[in-house]
Nanobody, 123 residues
Framework: QVQLVESGGGLVQAGGSLRLSCAASGRTFSRDAMGWFRQAPGKEREFVAA????????YYADSVKGRFTIARDNAKNTVYLQMNSLKPQDTAVYYC????????????????WGQGTQVTVSS
């Protein structure tokens, strides 16, 4: 059974940092693009960051560029999202996802999704 399990969410003050992890199991994702998305209360899920299978290419939403960093460790089948300088508007449920494409920001191109981890940033 293919699973993506996120961890590392929590409550943090504005300006703080968190590192999210997404552990994949069931098959290797070393040839998949991986992405992070988020959904705030009352809003649609949106793209946050994506990384190619090799880690050589990354994309970021403008709202997180310069503050968030996506990385992956294919040996551990794990992808990370380092979040610095957090703002209250970063509060959301964060999801990781896997895509068979080289790299993509489109949600519809992602085939596997985790259950999400809550990130709450207090002001």
């Amino acid at each position: 059974q293919v699973q993506l399990v996120e961890s590392g969410g929590g409550l943090v003050q504005a300006g703080g940092s968190l590192r999210l992890s997404c552990a994949a199991s069931g098959r290797t994702f070393s040839r998949d693009a991986m992405g992070w998305f988020r959904q705030a209360p009352g809003k649609e899920r949106e793209f946050v960051a994506a990384i190619s299978w090799s880690g050589g290419a990354t994309y970021y939403a403008d709202s997180v560029k310069g503050r968030f960093t996506i990385a992956r460790d294919n040996a551990k089948n794990t992808v990370y999202l380092q979040m610095n300088s957090l703002k209250p508007q970063d509060t959301a449920v964060y999801y990781c996802a896997a895509s068979g494409m080289k790299i993509t920001t489109a949600q519809a191109s992602y085939d596997y999704w985790g259950q999400g981890t809550q990130v709450t940033v207090s002001s």
